[in-house]
């Protein structure tokens, strides 16, 4: 039985009874995409029918929090450090002779929306989108892969745009650009959680061959095999992979696009792709991902291993929450073990300080679950005195993917110390509590009802 990526990760899905199967038909133009965010993508759904293709298409794969830990074989509790110690011990790959993923190679009169069922989300979209889509690049200096997630916008036959907002790549195209070279490029769909985590992992800051950081992540050696038509490598059970240059001076628009914060971005001249060949398996599935904050989970999951280093260079950190409302970058929570007046603000400044894209953060005492909205608000509701406990920094470099600022990426930066005082000031805020409470089992009280909520159940 495969091990490694789409397959057998919807294998594993089913096996824990968390993949949907939609049988009725859907149009890829908006009704795939609606029916996807119904859902809040949290929930994996194969469409198996789609308009207008014989390709199904998987989606809502990755935007829900238990399902990615145990598809990683690891807890809240474990994470951070699973992925800390994955990016400094990268493993090796396996290259395999040929794999599943060469059954089928296409070289000639590639038409990509003829081929593949790719979904229009919003009305106002330029195009249909790949987005789902991992590209592969290779470093010419230290043969390194280096992976990512980029928006692809078709614009005819074998054409798209590609949307690269990341320092690393950009430089790399810009490389190649001046010796008027074309950049080698491969994008792969139908992949699996352990693939895609270690795509977000920034390639400026750590360096590090991406397909080794896989292998170490997934505890066995990534199965690659050589691309058709460029020099790079691409997972051997993968189910599509669109192989081709980014050729130098060529921009085209690119956007508008409904982007994860639920706003359309706007319309910029980016880069393209000539795909010259294409490689997919039998019967293959076409994966996709709605554009929306859940489906950034994996990005925030490695940001929540930064901010936890960051903020833990100055104070104990229980844990740490990125929050998925907060487009998995904009807002966190943090959980300390205080153990000195102003370790609230301290961790305000450590957090700040781990990404830029922070906008909003709170820090919470280890008694509140950050990962409740409604715990979170007791605390501000009861913790905070707004003229001693907030911290606001104006006009810092921020992202661009929100439009509150004036000046596209400046904005005003907040920190809310939710802790309460050590000593004897702590003790007006011991929570009430029942004796026994945690031990109540509600059903004992109602037994023909299935009841649902209460302590944790
Ligand atoms: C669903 C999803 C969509 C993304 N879309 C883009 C995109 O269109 N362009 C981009 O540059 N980064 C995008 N990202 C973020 C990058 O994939 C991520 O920052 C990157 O892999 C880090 O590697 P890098 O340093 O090589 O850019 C997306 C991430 C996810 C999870």
Request: with cysteine; aromatic share 8%; hydrophobic share 40%.
């Amino acid at each position: 039985m495969e091990r490694q990526m789409l397959r057998a990760a919807l294998d594993k899905l089913r096996q824990m009874d968390a993949l949907d199967e939609c049988q009725q038909e859907v149009d890829p133009k908006f009704e795939l995409g609606a029916v996807l965010k119904y859902f809040k993508n949290e929930r994996p759904i194969l469409f198996n029918r789609v308009k207008g293709s014989q390709i199904p298409v998987v989606g809502g794969l990755f935007g829900n929090r238990d399902i990615y830990y145990k598809m990683l074989n690891t807890t809240t509790a474990d994470r951070l450090f699973h992925f800390m110690k994955a990016i400094a011990n990268p493993q090796p790959t396996r290259l395999l002779k040929d794999g599943p993923i060469k059954e089928n190679i296409i070289t000639r009169n590639i038409d990509i929306r003829r081929l593949l069922p790719i979904p229009t989300f919003h009305s106002e979209d330029s195009s249909s989108f790949i987005t789902a889509g991992v590209v592969v690049i290779k470093d010419p200096k230290t043969g390194n892969s280096y992976t990512s997630v980029r928006r692809l916008q078709v614009n005819s036959g074998a054409e798209l745009s590609v949307l690269v907002a990341s320092p690393f790549a950009t430089q790399q195209y810009l490389d190649f650009e001046s010796s008027n070279r074309p950049m080698a490029v491969a994008v792969i769909l139908g992949y699996d959680y352990h693939f895609l985590l270690a795509s977000q992992i920034s390639s400026y800051t750590y360096g590090v061959d991406k397909y080794q950081v896989d292998s170490a992540l997934r505890g066995e050696a990534l199965a690659l095999v050589k691309c058709h038509t460029v020099d790079l490598e691409v997972p051997a059970y993968a189910e599509i992979v669109l192989e081709g240059i980014m050729p130098p001076n060529k921009r085209k628009a690119e956007g508008p696009f409904g982007e994860l914060m639920g706003y359309y971005g706007g319309v910029g001249q980016h880069p393209i792709m000539e795909v010259k060949c294409i490689l997919h398996r039998s019967n293959p599935i076409f994966q996709t991902a709605f554009p929306c904050r859940e489906e950034h989970l994996s990005n925030g999951l490695i940001r929540e291993m930064e901010l936890y280093h960051s903020v833990g260079n100055l104070v104990k950190v229980k844990d740490v929450n990125v929050t998925v409302s907060g487009g998995c970058r904009f807002h966190a929570a943090v959980a300390i073990e205080k153990q000195n007046e102003g370790d609230g603000k301290s961790a305000i400044l450590g957090a700040l300080a781990s990404s830029k894209d922070l906008k909003h953060v709170v820090v919470v005492d280890e008694d509140v679950d950050i990962y409740s909205h409604d715990d979170l608000e007791w605390a501000l509701a009861t913790r905070v005195q707004a003229s001693r406990d907030m911290v606001i920094i104006p006009g810092a470099l921020g992202s661009g993917l929100e439009p509150s600022h004036a000046i596209a990426g400046v904005t005003d930066k907040l920190g809310i110390d939710a802790t309460k005082p050590l000593g004897k000031g702590a003790e007006k805020f011991e929570r009430a509590k029942i004796p026994g409470y945690e031990e109540v089992n509600i059903e004992k009280y109602f037994p023909e009802k299935k009841i649902k909520g209460g302590n944790g159940v």
